[in-house]
């Protein structure tokens, strides 16, 4: 079922609804009621955390989406509906997870795999025109450590993967970012209501966005990259492209999850873009063999709010996202990319394809 650009726009705000509501939720929760848990997916600490709260905003978002699923033929997938298949056992006791831990990169990832990913290749994502595609709570880790790189995320995604419509929202900032298709069919993003190509300054200052300084090259990871055999290397690359192209600070950040890693580098573009301010900034996900890399649902919205606002997203090879994968739900065959800028793009996609 084809759907209309106005059943689109009215899906958009339906998306909005739904993730301002889980973000409310998330602020007004008692932490001291944080339950823990564990579970079989991915290959890092990040991945494998998960709490009540999760799966809370997911009944929220499902409550305002699901009824669209039968009304428009949509399918839906959502990461706590995978992985109320894989919990292992509670862990209440916050100390218990080592925050500081090491990448959890399993020896027996293979064998995992097929409990990690049951009935990947038949699930009516593959088969309808558009699916929802759902983070209840991105960075759970940050949210439980207390911090602020954690986001609420929901994209409609179409059946050839390309990202229709974004809402993301940022809780202890309370700040919404989406998407709504123009009268000419062009995607425009939105940040708190107003178009990205409308902010001022102070308004494009994420809350994950390095505070503004001119000559400034940020390089956000997850964590667990910095456990990696490419690590030192590619923080070496990194260093010596930024100075080459006239950057005087080089800045690492690490402690978001993926979603407002790329709406980082998205904020970037975009000030870059209207201020003429000299900094840049990226999100690298190098492909591994290892289940993980971020899953559909970590880059899907990003990935359309990017696309909206010109900032560049693709995999490690300079190619669209596969965001309808049909093996699996993970991103690791292909990696992941958001850069601030085109030409930095094509550099990095040179520099990477050394390391891979």
Sequence with gaps: MRLTTEILNQLSLLAIQAAEQAGDYIRQFDRALLTTHFKEAGSSQSAQV????????????????????????????????????????????????????????????????????????????????????????????????????????????????????????????????????????????????????????????????????????????????????????LIKQLTILAHELGYEKVVIKEQAGAVMNAISVIECAVMEKWNSQHNAACYIKLPKPQLGGGSLWDFSATACLATATDTWVSDIHGNPLDLNRHDSNYMNHQGVLYVSEQHLARRLITMCSTLK
């Design 50 to 233: 998960v709490t009540d709260v999760d799966f809370a905003c997911q009944d929220i978002i499902l409550t305002i989406l699901q009824p669209t699923c039968e009304q428009y033929d949509l399918a839906l997938l959502s990461e706590e509906q995978v992985n109320e298949k894989q919990l292992s056992e509670d862990s209440t006791n916050l100390e218990a997870i080592n925050l500081e831990a090491i990448n959890l990169e399993s020896t027996n990832q293979e064998g995992n795999k097929e409990r990690c990913e049951e009935n990947t290749n038949s699930h009516p994502r593959l088969t309808k025109d558009y699916f929802w595609c759902i983070d209840p709570l991105d960075g759970t880790l940050p949210f439980i450590e207390g911090g602020n790189g954690y986001a609420v995320s929901i994209a409609l995604v179409a059946a050839n993967g390309e990202p229709i419509l974004a809402a993301v929202h940022q809780p202890t900032s309370n700040t919404t970012y989406h998407t709504m298709i123009a009268t000419l069919g062009m995607t425009q993003g939105f940040k708190n209501k107003q178009p990205f190509n409308k902010l001022t300054e102070s308004s494009t200052s994420g809350i994950n966005t390095l505070k503004k300084v001119n000559n400034t090259f940020t390089f956000y990871s997850d964590r667990s990259f910095q456990f990696s055999e490419h690590y030192p290397l």
